[in-house]
């Protein structure tokens, strides 16, 4: 049966690679990846031999799916990457993996490194229940939107963020709950891993490295704090 691999990626520390990962990257035919020059990087690293790319971005996602879906059906066998961690989650894949299975294709996910789960774990915060809402909105009315729904919620609340906006979102997060716990995990699976944890208002006078990447965390709305 015809098969599209999905295939996760370092999140910054190559030894997280599975044998089982490194075993599917050398069979399949061909990759499909954001940037081809990111996942030769990352195969020489591993020491598996250059693959033939299939450049995969959400912009031409539509017009390459069916390329892709041909191959596989031709017999190939086909791997998608993204730049980082695992595909689909906040990456392009989304279209092809529904498109695929239209097609009868078999889809294999492998487990590996995801930023939101790991930040979620080494967070202490609960963990049970949690909302994952992928990067904010830049729009101000939605991020605001978002912001307040995110602080309202029960569970755990888990965003990507850029260093770039890292301080906007914590002024406003300030103005809405300055008492809220959170959580920013950066650099993770890397050298300068750092979690950031604390109340809203101490975290906006901590002295902290707003580079890298980061993931934002923010506790939900304790029992004993509900009004309702
Ligand atoms: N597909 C990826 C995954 O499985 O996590 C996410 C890709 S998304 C385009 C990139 C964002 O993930 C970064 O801007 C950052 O918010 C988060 N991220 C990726 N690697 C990270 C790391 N090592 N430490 C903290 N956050 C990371």
Redesign the pocket.
């Known amino acids: 049966m015809s098969k599209l691999f999905i295939i996760?990626k370092d999140?910054?520390n190559i030894d997280d690679i599975s044998s089982r990962i490194k075993e599917v990257l050398k069979k399949c035919d061909f990759l499909v990846c954001e940037d081809t020059r990111v996942i030769g990087i990352f195969l020489k690293k591993l020491g598996i031999e250059k693959k033939d790319y299939i450049s995969f971005t959400e912009y031409n996602q539509k017009t390459k799916t069916s390329i892709i879906i041909n191959m596989i059906k031709n017999g190939k066998i086909g791997g998608l990457l993204?730049?980082?961690?695992?595909?689909l989650?906040?990456?392009p894949g989304f279209y092809l993996v529904r498109e695929a299975i239209n097609e009868g294709i078999e889809i294999v996910p492998l487990p590996g490194?995801?930023?939101?789960i790991t930040?979620l774990v080494g967070s202490g915060l609960p963990t049970d229940s949690f909302t994952f809402y992928g990067f904010l909105p830049k729009k101000e009315g939605r991020r605001k939107k978002v912001l307040n729904e995110a602080i309202s919620k029960r569970e755990t609340s888990i965003f990507?963020?850029?260093p770039y906006r890292i301080d906007k979102t914590i002024k406003e997060l300030n103005d809405i709950d300055p008492e809220r716990n959170i959580v920013i995990?950066?650099?993770?699976?890397?050298t300068f891993e750092e979690f950031i944890r604390g109340k809203v208002s101490d975290i906006i006078k901590k002295e902290w490295t707003k580079k890298?990447?980061?993931?934002l965390l923010i506790e939900g709305v304790r029992d004993d704090k509900r009004k309702n």
């Open positions: 996760p999140i910054g993204s730049d980082s961690g695992t595909p989650i906040s990456d490194p995801v930023a939101f930040a990507y963020e850029s995990a950066r650099e993770l699976t890397k890298g990447e980061m993931v």
